[in-house]
């Protein structure tokens, strides 16, 4: 299985792709890479700036705490970036909850107490076995947090399915009947729309009006059949919302 399916709040399906095992190798060299130059530049500011003329036990203390960023990295940079590091921004992956939304706090916590188990005790074999072993391609942490790794862009965008954003907050319905379209009617007047778009072909739109007021027994309220058939949609998806 190297996808998943995740349902929006609007009830659409999308379909992404699970992050495989290089993506997680890469984001992991890519991420201890930005580390290391970290722990470079820290190096340098405390032994060759004025902080490295400190006591040995201030000194200690202080690299103590200035370090304390490189252990809660990962913590960190996936609860404000979003399931993210720089390394999996990179690669274009992320860390969402298996019911398609972000990630809690918790979920990211369990993630990160279990990279003791993952990686750091294991030397990283057992994240590697259970990646590649998994139907899900999770770690033993995303199996207890109930989190994936999934690329960023899905393989269906929301423009190839019937949603049909409206921005309005207090929308009006004009055509009440497309509630008694499918989804199948409504998925093909959006690419009609699509193929209008692209071609120019006007002809082909007015043919899609003429077909939906036969079947819904309406008249358009539009003076162009683009408009009307834009209308459809948001009155089909505003209707399904409402369900």
Same mark, same amino acid.
């Not at 423009?159 to 497309?178: G, K, L, N, R, W």
């Given at each position: 299985m190297n996808t998943i399916s995740i349902t929006t709040s609007q009830?659409?399906?999308?379909?992404?792709?699970?992050?495989?095992?290089?993506? =997680?190798?890469?984001? /992991? *060299?890519? #991420? %201890?890479?930005?580390?290391?130059?970290?722990?470079?530049? $820290?190096?340098v500011i405390v032994e060759y700036g004025n902080l490295g003329r400190a006591e040995d036990g201030d000194r200690w203390l202080l690299i103590l705490l200035v370090a304390l960023p490189v252990v809660f990295y990962d913590l960190l940079s996936e609860i404000f970036l979003n399931g993210q590091s720089a390394g999996k921004k990179i690669m274009g992956i992320k860390v969402i909850s298996l019911d398609?939304?972000?990630?809690?706090?918790?979920?990211?916590?369990? =993630?990160?107490?279990? /990279? *003791?188990? #993952? %990686?750091?005790?294991?030397?990283?074999?057992?994240?590697? $076995?259970?990646?590649?072993?998994?139907?899900?391609?999770?770690?033993?942490?995303?199996?207890?947090?109930?989190?994936?790794?999934?690329?960023?862009?899905?393989?269906?965008?929301?423009?190839?399915?019937?949603?049909?954003?409206?921005?309005?907050?207090?929308?009006?319905?004009?055509?009440?009947?497309?509630?008694?379209?499918?989804?199948?009617?409504?998925?093909?007047?959006?690419e009609i729309l699509k193929s209008v778009t692209e071609s120019g072909n006007s002809i082909l739109a007015f043919q899609a009006q003429q077909k939906v007021e036969q079947v819904l027994n309406i008249h358009s309220q539009h003076t162009d059949s683009k408009s009307f058939l834009n209308t459809v949609l948001a009155d089909y998806n505003y209707l399904t919302s409402k369900l």
């Open positions: 009830n659409i399906e999308l379909e992404y792709d699970l992050g495989s095992l290089g993506d =997680r190798i890469i984001a /992991r *060299i890519l #991420d %201890f890479i930005v580390l290391f130059a970290y722990g470079i530049i $820290i190096f398609g939304n972000q990630a809690s706090f918790s979920q990211y916590l369990i =993630r990160w107490l279990f /990279r *003791i188990v #993952d %990686f750091s005790l294991s030397g990283s074999v057992v994240a590697l $076995i259970m990646v590649a072993v998994t139907e899900r391609k999770q770690r033993l942490g995303d199996l207890v947090a109930g989190t994936v790794l999934v690329k960023t862009k899905p393989r269906i965008q929301m423009s190839d399915t019937i949603f049909h954003a409206i921005h309005e907050d207090d929308y009006q319905v004009i055509y009440p009947e497309v509630i008694n379209l499918r989804d199948q009617d409504i998925q093909l007047i959006k």
